[in-house]
């Protein structure tokens, strides 16, 4: 079997690539993070829609490449390496991927066009730490053939930037995907999050709504993908601070030798090349899994297993071997072990998605 790239996805890693190092210097994003204002960069989110990547992975019909999840997690990938302030997961990986994989071919026009051209942000809103079903508070009601949604969610990532919001809702009992267009009746509360990230709270009274898809199997289709996409993320995020160990101690010198010639440093930079090859396989796996229409509910959260084990142990260890410099809120370590932190947690921690695989494996036992 070949387990390499495409062409196509190839390139997409390396165009996504070459943009996103041009444009997220350290500099500027060090002035976008004092700056006070949001951490995002539009004239980059310009680019990234002028380049065709906001739609690499949505149907043509909409204007979009169609190349799949892995073309998506190549463009991901980028992201998290250049601790880039845009919204790239969040508007594709999680507001997108459900209106293009389960809406109607209306809604599709309506939402999609938009994301692809770089006018339109989504995102989306989930409950309860395990993503059960039955933790979903939000809830829906007909009204005629049309729906409104009540209920407040905390912490919807890019919830400041978004122009409309994939809901997870309840209606009579039965769960469902509504999508929901901020600003009538939708109160946006900005929350202030370590690393700067314009995530926000979310309280709907009786918002209009449109439905995307009913049915719990709709609700897991679009958090396996949310989650599978996120590790991409994660996944070049510890690369890059992987990359920043590796240069600091070849660089940094005890008795005129350089610290990585030391046997204890050594074995803890392994580790992290270990830890970080762990997160490559599992999260390429899973995405691939997805992309050619597998059962892949085990695979996406050993990914994330691994995703938060593995971006915690090499956060830990960066930061040490970094010494006083690792914890200087002004060098690149800094950005990159916050953001760690956050997709750690997001979308359910390593705790949670273990109990998944347990539960997946005692119901097909």
């Known amino acids: 079997m070949d387990f390499s790239f495409t062409d196509e996805q190839n390139a997409t890693g390396e165009l996504a690539t070459q943009i996103l190092t041009d444009r997220f ?14 951490r995002y960069d539009d004239g980059t989110w310009a680019e990234l829609a002028k380049a065709g990547l906001l739609g690499i992975s949505l149907p043509e019909s909409v204007g ?53 051209d770089g006018t339109i942000k989504l995102t989306a809103a989930w409950h309860g730490s395990d993503r059960d079903p039955d ?31 994939v809901v997870a809702a309840h209606n009579g009992g039965e769960a469902g995907l509504y999508v929901v267009e901020l600003g009538h009746r939708t109160v946006v509360t900005p929350l202030g999050v370590t ?78 090349y270990i830890d970080c090859e762990g997160m490559r396989l599992t999260a390429w796996q899973a995405l691939a899994r997805l992309d050619d229409g597998l059962p892949a ?12 084990t593995g971006s915690h142990r090499i956060s830990l260890a960066a930061a040490h071997l970094h010494g006083g410099v690792g914890v200087d809120r002004d060098y690149p370590l800094a950005r990159h072990y916050t953001r760690a932190k956050e997709l750690e947690l997001q979308l359910g921690g390593s705790t949670e998605h273990l109990l998944r695989v347990g539960r997946s494996i005692a119901a097909n036992a």
């Open 25 to 38: 210097t350290h500099e500027l994003l060090r002035d976008i993070e004092r700056g006070g204002g949001l």
């Open 64 to 116: 979009g490449a169609g190349l799949g999840l892995v073309a998506l997690g190549r463009f991901l990938q980028a992201v998290g390496a250049t601790a880039a302030a845009v919204p790239a997961w969040e508007v594709l990986g999680l507001g997108a991927l459900p209106i293009a994989g389960l809406g109607s071919e209306a809604l599709q026009q309506r939402w999609l066009p938009g994301v692809v």
């Open 297 to 308: 509910t085990i695979e996406v959260s050993i990914a994330k297993h691994w995703a938060a």
């Open 135 to 165: 933790t979903i508070t939000t809830v829906a009601t007909a009204e005629g053939t049309a729906f409104t949604v009540s209920g407040t969610v905390t912490c919807v990532p890019a919830g400041q930037l978004a122009d409309a919001v």
């Open 195 to 272: 690393g700067g990230s314009p995530d926000a709270s979310l309280t709907f009274d009786g918002a209009y709504a449109e439905l995307v898809a009913s049915g719990d199997e709709a609700v897991e289709w679009a958090f396996e993908r949310a989650v599978a996409t996120q590790n991409a993320v994660q996944l070049g995020n510890a690369e890059a601070m992987l990359a920043l160990v590796a240069s600091y101690t070849k660089e940094r010198k005890q008795f005129d030798v350089p610290i990585a010639t030391f046997q204890a440093v050594g074995h803890r930079a392994a580790d992290c």
